[in-house]
């Protein structure tokens, strides 16, 4: 199996950083595409950012400029570096990915979501 754990969520004032994390463990052979989405209190769940295994993003327009997805694949791990936060973008924050697992010969392809972490933007 696997597990996906995000962090580094906060309280935050507008204008300020935060760089969330997400780490994936587990029996994994390699993770092709993974995602930052976000959803807030009666909001339906929203792509963020997404990021191919090669480094190709892609962004919502409502933080292009502000916010950047990068990944660092020997680690599992993706990351999001969130500049310029507004109130607009408090929400709960989860990490997504494309998981290739299992031992050799019984390997399996699957969609993998972590429990999320809070972002909150006020003063």
């Known amino acids: 199996q696997v597990q996906l754990v995000e962090s580094g969520g906060g309280l935050v004032q507008p204008g300020g950083s935060l760089r969330l994390s997400c780490a994936a463990s587990g029996s994994i052979r390699s993770i092709n595409d993974m995602g930052w989405y976000r959803q807030a209190p009666g909001e339906q769940r929203e792509l963020v950012a997404r990021i191919t295994r090669g480094g190709s993003t892609n962004y919502a327009a409502s933080v292009k400029g502000r916010f950047t997805i990068s990944r660092d694949n020997a680690k599992n791990t993706m990351y999001l570096q969130m500049n310029m936060l507004r109130a607009e973008d408090t929400a709960l924050y989860y990490c997504?990915?494309?998981?290739?697992?299992?031992?050799?010969?019984?390997?399996?392809?699957?969609?993998?979501w972590g429990q999320g972490t809070q972002v909150t933007v006020s003063s």
């Open positions: 997504n990915a494309d998981v290739l697992w299992g031992r050799i010969g019984s390997l399996k392809q699957s969609w993998y």
